[in-house]
């Protein structure tokens, strides 16, 4: 292929309704590998989960190289040389600081602010802007969406969900502002609606799907042309693309599918249309949807909230039938803390599950999971205690070769968490000297 047929890196096909937009090429390469923004760029999203964990299931009882790793992380076994477990890291200002009860409020509100949120059930609530939203206002515009925000439970934005917090604390992790949440999208197909629809098509992609059929029809010799143009990794690369679109849509037509033989044309309250009935697969949606979002470069930030801070739903699926807030308040009995560790395994399952999926993607010398980092955890620790120190954080992805991973590092205690953003920051290219409660950046992350 000639210079002048190199491809552009934010190249998009386009059909009637919608807007495709491409994985990382070879193609898009200069010759000469001379402009290096032609490299894949870093992104960054974070995962939250919520009532704390196990901490004796999830605990390392040694630092440095990954080896064996605790029962509830032996998921990421396959992903671990990708992956930095840091230890002793803390959120003070999800702490009472004479307010009373609410830490689960508290914990969702400060986890990714570093702020102590007002507490008020009613509209004049008051927290801090989020490190992905800060990050966003600042490089957001080199990309289709300067942020995605996404999440299993449906918010609510008023009323007391939490011990005289309001719910907007407990829905959210995303803050744009002091006084304004980024509401969050539980449903994929709304989502898959949002990435692959023409700025307000989104309606004729809807109705594809409902006719079976597949958005890439809309583009098919846009996309025959392509492959006549491009060497043989590109193609490959290609066809392997377009299949996970065409695959992800068959999984969302199933899971409605699925849905309706389940519960018939009224499905239960807490399943609004477009979001599956089963929650492992609405996980994977999602994170399948982070994944697709990142690897087109249609953002380079993103949150995922598995559930709302305080959550009490079951786990059929492990064999937990009692709430998990409930179940958080085990007193140390031993019957309760092995179903929560089932918990906190099934989401370490899921997690490993999105991981494993960038590690499959190829892009440049490396794959997409050497261009991302993807911070997993809460502001939470011990449920049972409510404690706000020495939270279960994992930080995964090589961030662009910046992280020297599969390592487990253990901090002096009480350091806040906000001093790894920063540091996170810095790999984005947002560069600052203080963020929410930070006191300095990070050491050890390079090695």
Known sequence: MSNAARLPRRMVLKGLGAAIALPWLEA??????????????????????????????????????????????????????????????????ARAKGDG????????????????PYKTAGADIRNGISVDQFAAQQIGHKTRFPSLELGCDASRMTGNCDSGYS??????????????PAA????PRAVFERLFGAPGKATLVRRQLEYRRSILDFVGEQARDLRRR???????????????IRELEQRLLR?????????????PRDLPPGVPADFAEHIRLMYDLLVLAFQTDSTRIATLMIARAGSNRTYPMVG?????????????NQQKIEKLARIDRFHIEQFAYMLKRMKQIREDDGTLLDHVMVLYGCGISDGNRHWHHDLPILLAGRGGGTLATGRHI??????????????????????????????????????
């Open 230 to 244: 491009v060497g043989q990794k590109d193609r490959q690369k290609l066809d392997e693309y377009f299949t996970s």
């Open 101 to 116: 009860p609410g830490d689960h409020a508290r914990c969702s509100a400060a986890f990714l602010t570093g702020a102590h």
């Open 320 to 332: 937990v039938t009692e709430g998990h807030h409930w179940l958080s308040h085990h007193q140390n």
């Open 255 to 267: 899971s409605e599918q699925q849905k309706r033989e389940q519960f018939g044309p009224q499905p």
């Open 167 to 180: 719910c907007a604390y407990v829905s959210n992790i995303s803050w744009k502002s002091p006084t304004q």
């Open 184 to 187: 969050k999208e539980v449903n």
């Open 28 to 93: 898009m390469v200069p010759l000469g590998r001379a402009a290096s923004a032609a490299r894949p760029p870093v992104r960054m999203a974070f995962v939250f989960v919520p009532n704390g964990v196990i901490l004796p299931k999830w605990k390392l009882s040694y630092e440095g190289k990954l080896q064996k790793l605790s029962p509830t992380l032996e998921p990421l076994e396959e992903v671990k040389d990708h992956l930095l477990v840091l230890t002793n890291l803390m959120h003070d200002n």
């Open 410 to 447: 253990k901090y002096p205690k009480q350091l806040p968490l906000t001093n790894l953003f920063l540091c996170m920051l810095d790999r984005m290219g947002v560069h600052v000297d203080h963020f929410g409660d930070s006191t300095g950046r990070l050491t050890g992350l390079e090695g």
